[in-house]
């Protein structure tokens, strides 16, 4: 029975998070109806939230950040080699299901953005579990690209 109300939706999306052992923390925000934060099964951390400004959509959202070490190779490609890495990035991120965002500047990013948004009528475990597999594997392959063209990140 698909649910039909923001709460509804909140307490769905808890419990399969708390079900699956994903649920970290509630990062409720005045900008947010519910927002929930988890860590996937592979370690990859995402969100899932209902902005205010959204009508019966939830969205689970990854931000992939570039490290330092990688943003400082970025800027210091050649401004040809740039948009072609960038280029590279985007045209593949296309193939991918998720939506992504590149950011905060086209040109010199620090982060890329993953989301998946999921309508009240298709809210269903499987659905859920299906979005964040499909975060899971964009971040593997986004990062791949990324270290494979710009370095292996400091280590911690």
Do not use: C
């Not at 934060?37 to 995402?46: D, N, T």
């Not at 499909?134 to 990062?143: D, E, G, L, P, T």
């Amino acid at each position: 029975m698909p649910v039909k109300t923001p709460e509804e939706a909140a307490s769905f999306v808890r419990k399969w998070m708390e079900d699956r052992k994903f649920f970290k923390n509630d990062m409720h925000k005045d900008s947010a109806l519910f927002s929930y934060e988890g860590i996937s099964a592979i370690g990859v951390a995402f969100a899932i939230q209902q902005p205010n400004d959204l009508v019966r959509v939830i969205g689970v959202t990854v931000r992939l950040l570039l490290d330092p070490k990688q943003q400082k190779a970025l800027a210091g490609l050649e401004a040809k080699d740039r948009y072609n890495f960038l280029k590279e990035l985007r045209s593949r991120l296309l193939l991918l299901d998720p939506t992504y965002v590149l950011g905060p500047r086209e040109d010199l990013i620090e982060w890329v953005l993953l989301v998946k948004e999921i309508s009240y009528d298709e809210l269903t475990e499987g659905r859920l579990l299906d979005a964040v597999d499909k975060m899971n594997r964009a971040v593997i392959f986004a990062s791949s690209l990324i270290t494979e063209k710009l370095g292996e990140p400091e280590e911690e």
